[in-house]
């Protein structure tokens, strides 16, 4: 992984300062704190920071070049698949210089031009300069593992892996999007490609864009996870493809000329990749867990050490801190460029600090939730469902995924989810599935009460209506399906950049194999019944990798998806003074955004586990970062 970034200036008279790109590339040091190097070409300026991973050498220095001169490249991420690639383009006659991917992505886009996007298997963001035809062409990977921002206007396009380096261009400066604070207030991240400043926009996940030399910028998609139920092929038949390719996602993503570990949970996800690692690699590897002291419920170190015994890992836990908290939040919300996810972040930087005293790499199991539907609110959704089926008469129909007879003995796994169930039941029982989704998804009933209304002046935009389109686009047949695609369209990507920063503010890269797009596609093809048969999460992940991994992983019920004691904190020091001081200080007086009476009312009654005062909190220390300085 590394840090691009870059100016082009429509006006070819207009010289892009090298003072401008060296600032832009200094704020991206800590993703590529191995090399650095600059490429300048008048009215275009490439910057780029590199952690060296493949091919260590000299050779795969960045900004790269084709070797007639014309294509030049700033890339960060890794391309699984290089070798073969390379394989395919040597017996085409094309030599090479490194051993490096980058070179590999310059030649096949010689090669292929826009359609060499097609072939890549990996996590990528990258730009090619063609300085013959004065164009620029940039892509992002299938699910927006790697960060890609830019800012068009005024005549000047810039780019960079984090939102803070495009302020230190001088061509933009920080300001609030009425429509970005909208949808945080909503979901607690931006929907599509919005940011929370103006005139900043993500590259979608999926996309590539091409700034001609005249001036039009192009979008375009070049993949879309198709939904289309496969009929054709046996539940034998998806088990055997599912488990070849998570151990061939897992085989190609061990390709590295540095140490490479795990992340390690202790959940479902994070063990198959694990188990799946050691068994590849076949010695011991390093494994990473954290957990909190306060308790069990914030504890799953222990569902971790099982895993680790099985493969005879070096297994490292950390434990954070209150105060390491206090310490980490203001740091981790700037390296963050806007809030986004839940206080999963804080002990996710803990880990991956951890992680980089021993290794360089390390694989993850981001994503299989979103895939293979393992969040309980799809349990409930169903639920309800099942409900409206039972008065209905219909509930015993073939053309349910999920009936009172098989959702019964899952059930269980809504142990502790009472007040949730309470709060969607409240209001709207029965009503469309759109409208009963966007109850499960929408964290912000509390916090847009809170907020100062003219903060949220967005015109005519409603996240709501926003959020309808996206989730009835093409009409898909299956609950289920509308449920996980909405989430690998907008939540992933959200993971995704804490999954990205929290890595990169250390110096690790961090990989993530259950988000090989030959996975997606498979479980997206799949019948519902038997990707979800029973409201089991995760249920076909579960069967085929039920061999793997101990049986106290696969008889889980009570994964807990890093939790953090927040709660029991906000009512003890430090952490109770800091909050206030952000949330009641002078610096939020005078910004004027919130009633403070709801806040100091919301201190007070946050229910364990809950997201409104984490949901200001990172507002405001955003605020403090990026608009008061």
């Not at 600059?38 to 490439?46: A, P, R, T």
């Not at 198709?226 to 070849?244: A, G, I, K, R």
């Not at 169930?421 to 109850?439: I, K, M, P, V």
């Not at 110096?507 to 089991?536: F, N, Q």
């Amino acid at each position: 992984m590394c840090g691009i970034c870059g100016i082009l200036h429509l006006d070819r008279a207009k010289l892009v300062e090298e003072r401008s790109l060296q600032a832009m590339s200094e704020v991206l040091k800590h993703r590529g704190p191995d090399d650095e190097g600059l490429y300048l070409d008048g009215n275009l300026g490439f910057a780029h920071r590199r952690l060296s991973i493949i091919d260590l050498s000299p050779a795969a220095h960045q900004p790269m070049c084709i070797q007639d001169g014309r294509y030049w490249i700033v890339y960060n991420g890794e391309i699984y698949n290089y070798i073969e690639l390379r394989q395919q383009l040597v017996a085409e006659g094309h030599t090479f210089r490194s051993n490096s991917d980058t070179e590999v992505i310059l030649c096949l886009y010689q090669e292929k031009g826009a359609d060499s996007v097609r072939y890549l298997n990996g996590m990528f963001a990258f730009v090619i300069w063609d300085a013959k035809k004065r164009e620029l062409f940039a892509a992002r990977d299938h699910f927006g593992i790697k960060p890609f921002y830019y800012s068009f206007n005024d005549g000047t396009f810039t780019f960079a892996s984090e939102i803070k380096a495009l302020f230190k261009s001088g061509e933009i400066k920080p300001v609030v999007s009425p429509e970005g604070i909208a949808d945080y207030l909503t979901f607690q991240f931006c929907l599509g490609d919005k940011t929370l400043f103006q005139n900043v926009k993500k590259l979608l996940p999926g996309h590539y864009l091409v700034l001609s030399a005249e001036g039009v910028l192009s979008l375009r998609k070049y993949w879309n996870l198709d939904f289309s139920v496969d009929m054709n092929h046996t539940v034998d038949y998806f088990e055997h493809q599912l488990l070849w390719l998570l151990e061939d996602s897992v085989r190609l993503q061990l390709r590295a000329d540095v140490p490479v570990g795990a992340h390690l949970s202790g959940g479902l996800d994070s063990s198959t990749v694990t188990c799946l690692a050691s068994t590849l690699l076949g010695e011991p590897i390093h494994t990473f867990s954290g957990g909190f002291s306060e308790g069990q419920q914030y504890d799953e170190t222990s569902y971790a050490a099982i895993v680790a015994e099985k493969v005879q890992s070096h297994h490292h836990e950390v434990f954070p801190t209150a105060r390491e908290f206090v310490d980490a939040m203001p740091k981790l919300i700037y390296a963050m460029d806007e809030p986004a996810a839940g206080p999963g972040i804080f002990p996710q930087l803990s880990v991956s600090k951890l992680a980089k005293e021993h290794v360089k790499v390390v694989l993850g199991g981001q994503g299989g939730d979103e895939v293979f539907a393992g969040y309980i609110r799809y349990l409930i959704a169903y639920l309800e469902e099942c409900i409206r089926g039972g008065i209905e008469g219909t509930q015993e129909d073939q053309k349910y995924v999920v009936s009172f007879k098989t959702i019964l003995p899952n059930l269980i796994q809504l142990q502790g989810y009472q007040p949730l169930l309470r709060n969607f039941w409240s209001e709207g029982l029965f009503t469309q599935q759109d409208a009963r989704y966007f109850r499960l998804v929408d964290r912000g009933t509390q916090l847009r009460c809170i907020v100062n209304p003219e903060l949220v002046q967005a015109k005519s935009y409603k996240p709501y209506d926003a959020y309808c389109q996206i989730f009835n686009d093409g009409n898909l047949g299956s609950y289920i399906n509308k449920m996980t695609r909405f989430d690998i369209q907008n939540l992933l990507p959200a993971l995704l950049q804490v999954e990205d920063r929290t890595s990169m503010m250390v110096s690790l890269e961090s990989r993530v194999p259950l988000l090989d797009h030959r996975i997606v596609e498979l479980a997206a093809s799949m019948p519902p019944k038997i990707k979800y048969e029973g409201g089991r999460s995760k249920h076909i992940f579960r069967k085929v990798v039920a061999h793997l991994l101990p049986t106290e992983i696969i008889s889980r019920e009570d994964k807990m998806g890093f939790p953090v004691p927040l709660s029991l904190w906000y009512k003890q020091e430090p952490v109770r003074s800091f909050v206030q001081d952000t949330l009641l200080g002078t610096r939020a007086r005078e910004r004027g955004w919130y009633d403070l009476r709801g806040v100091k009312q919301l201190l007070e009654t946050e229910r364990t586990f809950g997201r409104n005062v984490w949901g200001l909190l990172c507002l405001e220390l955003w605020a403090q970062a990026f608009l008061d300085g």
